[in-house]
């Protein structure tokens, strides 16, 4: 499990890598310390969406069947 701090209106980058191959990437959007309900969250590959979702009344997302390679999540 690796952890990633995102601020508000900021850009992020992590590295990691799947052990499974395809794997799965999940996380929680908060701000001002609270859960932000509904908040977009995108794959990204090669500038295309490839996967998009919403976070719960949690904050949280999860993204399945994530393949190999260099991606981005916003």
């Given at each position: 499990?690796q952890?990633?701090?995102?601020?508000?209106?900021?850009?992020?980058?992590?590295?990691?890598?799947?052990?499974?191959?395809?794997?799965?990437?999940?996380?929680?959007?908060?701000g001002?310390?609270?859960?932000i309900?509904?908040?977009?969250?995108?794959?990204?590959?090669?500038?295309?969406?490839i996967?998009?979702?919403?976070t719960?009344?949690?904050?949280?997302?999860?993204?399945?069947?994530?393949?190999?390679?260099?991606?981005?999540?916003?």
């Amino acid at each position: 499990f690796q952890g990633v701090l995102v601020s508000s209106n900021q850009n992020t980058t992590a590295d990691f890598f799947l052990k499974n191959s395809p794997g799965a990437v999940s996380g929680t959007v908060t701000g001002n310390n609270e859960p932000i309900i509904g908040a977009l969250v995108e794959l990204i590959k090669n500038n295309i969406v490839i996967f998009s979702t919403r976070t719960d009344i949690f904050g949280q997302f999860f993204i399945d069947s994530v393949a190999q390679g260099s991606h981005t999540i916003t």
